[in-house]
């Protein structure tokens, strides 16, 4: 399996990668949750019509598998008691997630088509060396930067709000597993997750005993777009895959804050 830069905006920039491979893993995404908050059409535009040019291309390698990086933490509704399954409603609270959804939606289709094996992963808050702080997009790496440079970190709301952290490679290791098992001609949907709800303020002071920093918490006004809590359930993956993750929060803060000190932008 190869990783091309690929800006696909047609069925045919896919077709000698799905005519060619047993899998894609379509990870492929250009929005945030914050980031189309009120642009509906950010998720058409940069997202959905990638997706769909990729759907169609499928239809003509049928043996071809595609493992979707779809969400946990914008699919499920707001579950104060208990983690999310797979069996539960999706109640996306962003266009982000509705754009998710609508994906996973047109794979399925594809699926009971065509026939190809499609598998719907559903991580939570993904973590780990490599990823780097931008806009609206990852606590944990912004944090880093708020450390390095010593302003305060911007939190919204209360920092009460419970989420489930995975450490990169835990999620690889269940891609790979995915991708090992036996084929089989259908659609299924995996929750990929810790199993270990933190709230920011918790997430925070570990990354403050890691690091060994300040940081500073600049508290804003909660947005509508947080849930309360949302920590998914993983049994699933167990039972089919053999998997659980097995990285505890703060050996992959260490990991992470590791590689963001060497890799930091001057």
Known sequence: MG??????????????????????????????????????????????????????????????????????????G???????????PVRPRTYHGAGKVAAEHFLHSLCLQFGNPVVSVRPSNVYGP??????????????????????????????????????????????????CADPAKKYDVVNASSGSGHSLLQLVEAIRNVTRKELDVSFQPARQLDARRIVPNSLHAAAKYGWRATTPLHEGLERAWAWHKENARP
């Open 78 to 88: 707001e579950l104060l008691d208990r983690e999310a399954t797979e069996l539960d």
């Open 130 to 179: 490599g990823q780097r702080s931008r806009p609206g997009f990852g606590i944990i790496p912004t944090a880093f930067e708020r450390c390095l440079d010593g302003q305060p970190l911007n939190l919204w709301g209360d920092g009460c709000n419970i989420r489930d952290y995975l450490y990169v490679d835990d999620l690889s290791d269940l891609l790979t597993r995915v991708i």
């Open 3 to 76: 990783i091309r830069p690929l800006a696909p905006n047609k069925p045919e920039d896919f077709a000698e990668i799905v005519a060619s491979n047993d899998w894609v893993v379509h990870a492929a995404s250009a929005s945030t949750p914050s980031s189309s908050a009120t642009d509906p059409l950010h998720e058409l535009d940069d997202n959905l019509r990638t997706t769909l040019c990729l759907v169609q291309a499928l239809q003509q390698a049928p043996h071809c598998g595609v493992i979707y990086l779809s969400s946990s933490g914008t699919l499920y």
